[in-house]
C-alpha cells in the first residue's frame, strides 16, 4: 500500500524548512507517522533532492516488528551501520533532528548536555535519558512553528511526532493545562534533577504512545533495559 506524497502536499504549506526536509526524502509511513529509512537520512544529508519521486510505503505491524528483530545490538555496530542496513530500519523525526545535532555539534558541548542527565552520576544512559536528551535537543533546533491552519499543523504533528500535542508545550501532570514554555529556558531557571524529573514524565508518555525505533533498539536492546556509558553511546 503506499500514499502519494500530492495527496497531503497542502500540508507542506505549514511545515518548516526542516520538516518539508524531513517530509521529502522519508519513505515509510506506520500508522500514520513517517519514518526515514537509514539510506534515506544519508540521502538527506548529503543531496539537494531525494533521487526520484518518493511514495511513503505503509509498512504493517509484522513488516515493523521484522525490522526491529533484525537490528544489530550496539556492540555490533560500526560507523558504516546506516549504510549496511541501507533500507531496513526506521528513523523517527526528532530522531532526524537529534542525528543533525550529533552530526554538528562539539563532542563537548554535548558531553555538557549529557552530564547534565546524569543525575545519579553513573556515566551510563539510559532509555528514558535518551528520549529526553532527544527531546532538548529537537526543541534548541526547531524554528518557531509557521502559522497556519490548526487543523493542518495538528495533521502535521501526527505525521511527524505520532501524537497530538504542540511542539512548543510540556506536558503537564493530570489536571493541568499545556503549559507552553522552552526547555532551555528551564534547563536555566532549573537544577538538573529537578528539570530530569519533569522531562522524564513526558518521555514516559511518549514512549508508551510511540513504536520503538531502529535507534532505540539498537542503543537499549529489544526489552529497553540496555544502558550505555557515555563514550560508548557518543560513538
Request: overall charge neutral.
Amino acid at each position: 500500500v503506499t500514499e502519494s506524497r500530492s495527496d497531503l502536499e497542502d500540508l507542506h504549506l505549514y511545515a518548516t524548512p526542516r520538516e518539508q526536509r524531513f517530509r521529502r526524502f522519508a519513505s515509510l509511513e506506520f500508522e500514520g507517522q513517517l519514518y526515514m529509512t537509514p539510506s534515506d537520512f544519508i540521502q538527506a544529508v548529503t543531496n539537494d533532492e531525494p533521487k526520484g519521486a518518493k511514495k511513503w510505503r505503509s509498512l504493517s505491524k509484522q513488516e515493523l516488528n521484522q525490522i526491529l528483530m533484525e537490528t544489530p545490538p550496539v556492540w555490533k555496530g560500526s560507523s558504516k551501520l546506516f549504510r549496511n542496513l541501507n533500507d531496513k530500519g526506521v528513523i523517527s523525526y526528532t530522531e532526524y533532528l537529534f542525528l543533525l545535532c550529533i552530526l554538528t555539534k562539539p563532542h563537548a558541548g554535548f558531553r555538557i548536555a549529557f552530564n547534565m542527565f546524569d543525575t545519579d552520576g553513573n556515566e551510563m544512559v539510559d532509555k528514558k535519558e535518551f528520549l529526553v536528551l532527544q527531546d532538548i535537543f529537537r526543541k534548541k533546533n526547531e524554528k518557531r512553528e509557521r502559522k497556519g491552519d490548526e487543523e493542518k499543523r495538528a495533521m502535521l504533528r501526527l505525521q511527524l511526532y505520532g501524537y497530538h500535542t504542540s511542539t512548543n508545550s510540556v506536558l503537564k501532570t493530570e489536571g493541568e493545562d499545556l503549559v507552553p514554555r522552552s526547555y532551555w529556558d528551564t534547563l536555566r531557571r532549573s537544577t538538573s534533577q529537578a528539570l530530569f524529573s519533569d522531562l522524564a514524565e513526558r518521555a514516559d508518555d511518549i514512549s508508551s504512545s510511540l513504536s520503538d525505533t531502529t535507534l532505540l533498539v539498537h542503543f537499549f536492546g529489544k526489552k529497553g533495559k540496555a544502558e550505555l556509558n557515555f563514550e560508548d553511546f557518543y560513538r
